[in-house]
Every structure is written in C-alpha cells, then in structure tokens.
C-alpha cells in the first residue's frame, strides 16, 4: 500500500504529515535520529547505481579488508564494533576510496551508514605529512558537526597523526595565522570566514570535499548559497562526496552544481506496511469518552507499551495529566521539549520506564521502539485540509520488515468528520478497520 506514495514525497519525510501544534525542524530531527540511535537500521532493499561514465568500473566489497585501508584505520573500524560494511557502504566505499577519484551522491535514509561512509574515506584520502587542512566536511549545524567530528576522532583512534578541526560558532582563528590540521569539519558560515576572508587555510589544496545533510543543509537560511560560494573555490580535480536522506528535485539540482560526472547510488526506505496489524475503530460521544474508551482498552490489554497520537499538545498535556493522576506511568513528547529532553524521554521510554507515550508529532518515529504493542489515535491524523493524512497515519502505525511481530492500531472517533477520515484510510489502504465496543475489550484478538 505504501507503494502508492510518490516518492517525491519522502523529500519532505522529517517535516511533512501532522505535527499538530509542533513545528518540526529538519536538523532536530536529524540530530535526535543521531543521538538516539544505537545501530544500523535494516534495510531489505537493493542498492541502485547510477553512472554517469559507465565506463569506469565500479566495484562493491563485503568486507572492510577487501578496502586495503592503513592497519590503524581498520582497528578503528573494528574497535567500533562494524563487522562487515553497511549495504549503502558496499558500494559506497570502493568508490570514495578508488583511485583516481570518484564524484559521488549517495542517498539513503538515516541509519543506512552514510557518515561512517564518508568519514572513513576522508581519513584514509589525507596524507598526514603535510600539515594543512585537505579535506573539508560541511554540516548544516552545529551539533550536526560535532557528531560528525566524534565520529571521525572514533575512527581516527588508533592514528594519532591525524588531526581535526572544527569550524564552528564559538572556534576563533587569530588573524593570519594557519590552520595546520589534516581536516575541517564545520558549518557553511565558518568555512567561509576562515576560507576566504581570513584566508586561514588554502580552499585550493582540498582534496575531498564532503557536503553532509545536503536536504538539511538547504532547509537552512542561507546555507545552500555558502556552500555554493565555498565550492567555488575548490580545484578541479577535488573529489565531491554528496550526501542526503532524501533525493527531492531541489536537493538533486543542489547536487548538479556541487558534483560533476558523479556515481549515484540510491537505497530506498524500507516500506511500512499495515500488514501484521490489527486495526479498529471505536465510537466515542466526545473527549471525555475517548480518554474513558482509552483507559478500557489499556486496562484490559495490559500488554508491552503503548503509544498515542494527540493532535495537539494541549489535548497531550490534558491526556497525559488525566492518565497519570489514574495512576498511569505516561511520557509526554512533544515540542516544548528540547532536544535533550526529547531524547530523555525516549531513552527512558526504550527502557520501559513508562509504558505509555503520549505525543504530538512524529517525531517518535524511526525510533526503534520494538516493545510497542499498541498505537493509539487520539485523534485521526489529518493534513493542512483537514483531510485524512493516510501517509502519516502509516508512519505512526505501519512496521517494516524488520519488526515481524503482530500489533494493534486503535482509532478513537468522536465525530462524523472522523468517521469519514477513518473510512478514507481505510479505503485508501483496503485493510479492514473493524468497529471494536470499547466496554468489551474481549473483542480484541
Ligand atoms: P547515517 O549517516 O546514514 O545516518 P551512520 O553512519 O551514522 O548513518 O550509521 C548509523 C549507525 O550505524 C551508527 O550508530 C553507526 O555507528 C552504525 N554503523 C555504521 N556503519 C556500520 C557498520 N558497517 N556496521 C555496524 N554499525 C555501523
């Protein structure tokens, strides 16, 4: 069913659907992806490429032996805890690594290896002898560059030549003087100031240049046009690594002008599926009802976690106040919160702290919850129309492959226009919505 979807849509995956009252911004969530995240995500699917000189040969290693890296690079690799290389990394890697080299865009959701991709690449491409800046990384963020940066010190554990820099808000350079380090990792603005107006490092001499969360990167002010201006300044013969989670028509017109004659290599996101989900509607007069239909259902079926949909965080807030004071341990996640605090809240979600999780917006998804047994909606998830955000609606209660197990979706409806947003889903994904009576909770399998 997923399969209905454009896949322009996925261009706006981390902004898109029904956030309620939350804005979400592209780079928290990225960053929160980051942070929370404790592994690879899985992936079934196939890795597709895309040559522009098919001509040259491409290869794809299933080991990171086959990589022929410095002894002390794969030691970092291995101290990591990688075994074999990430399947974006199969491809990815013989080409940032081939000599001469290659131009790339990879795309692949978060989670696929794409930083420890590029990171590798850029560790093994420099020559520690000289000591001036050869390999630039640009991150749309702050943050995003420190985590980019202790990936790299990570890797980089076991060669202690190695030597980085970041170029970040709060990082001064005295004036004329030189930056010595093998690689800079920073924000657009800061490369910019010390590229060129500063001068405190040759932008000539780079010999890789990484462009990181280039669909993050062009959801900030301004940022797309200091790439743009700092790319300029590079040679020629500078290798371009792009990379992005998404492949909208703007950040492959981005990657156009950044990447000449490059590899394109593409994993798709692993489709959710409503397939092992038993989904139900129940029939409520109003909020009140709803809170009471809900406390029924979780009473009775007092299995693994719960989580639930509120349209605002208001209704979230109200929600989470009632459950607790009936004696309910609930989280609240929402966009009061800051990214720190979001990141408690799962962690402690994940370790079954609570078993309730009441949320506004999606950031919860791609999070790996697996207790999650149930998914409830509070309120049906709708688009700016007020029509049925069936996208959203397989986000919050689909699975991938990789959770086999069963789970249950509930609906609570309070209204005709709700009945009419469940039955379009319903419609849309032709899997049955049955009508459950919330005072017999024995009716759930
Ligand atoms: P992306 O940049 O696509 O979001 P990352 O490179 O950050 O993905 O990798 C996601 C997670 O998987 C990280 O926790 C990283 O340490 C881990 N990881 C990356 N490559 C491998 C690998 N080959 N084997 C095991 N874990 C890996």
């Not at 001036?132 to 554990?157: D, G, K, N």
């Not at 969360?213 to 013969?237: F, N, P, W, Y």
Request: charged share 25%; hydrophobic share 40%; glycine share 6%.
């Amino acid at each position: 069913a997923a399969g209905d979807d454009p896949p322009a849509n996925e261009q706006n995956e981390a902004t898109n659907g029904d956030n309620g009252d939350d804005p979400v911004n592209p780079a928290d969530v990225s960053l929160l992806q980051k942070i929370i995240r404790k592994g690879l995500v899985e992936n079934a699917n196939d890795v597709e490429i895309q040559r522009q000189d098919p001509n040259s040969p491409l290869y794809s290693v299933k080991t990171f032996e086959a990589l022929h890296l410095k002894p002390n690079l794969l030691k970092g690799i291995y101290s990591m805890g990688f075994n074999a290389p990430s399947k974006i990394q199969e491809t990815a890697l013989p080409t940032l690594l081939a000599d001469p080299p290659q131009n790339l865009i990879a795309q692949s959701q978060s989670g696929t290896g794409k930083t420890a991709a590029f990171v590798l690449a850029m560790l093994s491409r420099l020559d520690s002898q000289f000591n001036f800046p050869q390999v630039l990384c640009l991150s749309p963020t702050y943050e995003l560059a420190i985590q980019t940066a202790e990936v790299a010190t990570r890797m980089a554990q076991f060669c202690p030549e190695i030597e980085i820099k970041l170029a970040v808000r709060g990082e001064e350079m005295p004036r004329g003087a030189k930056i010595s380090e093998h690689i800079i990792i920073g924000t657009p603005g800061k490369v910019l100031d010390w590229g060129l107006k500063f001068r405190s490092f040759d932008l000539s001499k780079i010999k890789v240049f990484v462009l990181d969360e280039a669909d993050v990167m062009i959801s900030q002010q301004g940022h797309q046009d200091q790439c743009i201006r700092i790319h300029k300044c590079l040679a020629s013969t500078c290798q371009m690594m792009f990379f992005s989670a998404t492949y909208g028509q703007d950040v492959m017109e981005f990657a156009e002008v950044i990447v000449p004659r490059p590899i394109i290599i593409r994993l798709k996101r692993e489709e959710e599926s409503l397939d092992n989900i038993e989904q139900y509607y129940v029939k409520c007069k109003d909020q009140q009802a709803k809170y009471e239909a809900l406390t029924n259902i979780y009473g009775s079926i007092s299995v693994g976690q719960a989580i639930i949909f509120c349209h605002t965080r208001r209704t979230a807030n109200w929600l989470a106040e009632k459950m607790a004071k009936h004696g309910h341990s609930v989280a609240v996640l929402n966009g009061d919160l800051t990214v720190e605090q979001r990141i408690a809240v799962l962690d402690r979600f994940r370790e079954g702290l609570e078993k309730v999780l009441i949320t506004t917006n999606v950031l919860s998804r791609g999070i790996d919850v697996e207790q999650v047994t149930i998914v409830v909606n509070f309120d049906l998830p709708i688009d700016m129309q007020g029509k049925a955000d069936c996208e959203t609606y397989l986000h919050r209660i689909g699975r991938t492959g990789r959770f086999g197990k069963n789970g249950i979706a509930i609906n609570l409806i309070d209204s005709p226009e709700s009945m009419a947003i469940c039955k379009a889903i319903e419609k849309h994904f032709n899997r049955k919505i049955r009508f459950l009576n919330a005072e017999d909770s024995d009716e759930i399998e």
